[in-house]
């Protein structure tokens, strides 16, 4: 089992910045992915940034140049600089992260979420 808790949510204005962070603990596998998704309301979960299993780093196209992930993996921790935030922005924030056993079989756990709110 893995439990990952969210941390740094908050309201914002246009302009600022955030730093989420989320460590998990538990059974991590050695091959796993870790990143960033989130939630408006009224719209479907959405990649923002995560770490692929093979190392690299895909962002969704709206965060490019604005948000930045890095982890520390001693800690198992990911964090997710966001900076010029905008109102599109705001969202509840979810941590994920994919254990792989192989190609084909994998299992996916969720954060409780954060919310990030940026205000006009």
């Known amino acids: 089992q893995v439990q990952l808790v969210e941390s740094g949510g908050g309201l914002v204005q246009t302009g600022g910045s955030l730093r989420l962070s989320c460590a998990a603990t538990?059974?991590?596998?050695?091959?796993?992915?870790m990143g960033w998704y989130r939630q408006a309301p009224g719209k479907q979960r959405e990649l923002v940034a995560v770490f692929t299993r093979g190392g690299t780093t895909n962002y969704a196209d709206s965060v490019k140049g604005r948000f930045t992930i890095s982890r520390d993996n001693a800690k198992n921790t990911v964090f997710l600089q966001m900076n010029s935030l905008k109102p599109e922005d705001t969202a509840v924030y979810y941590c994920n992260l994919v254990n792989y056993w192989s190609d084909f079989t994998r299992r996916d756990y969720w954060g409780q979420g954060t919310q990030v709110t940026v205000s006009s």
């Open positions: 538990g059974t991590i596998l050695s091959i796993n992915a």
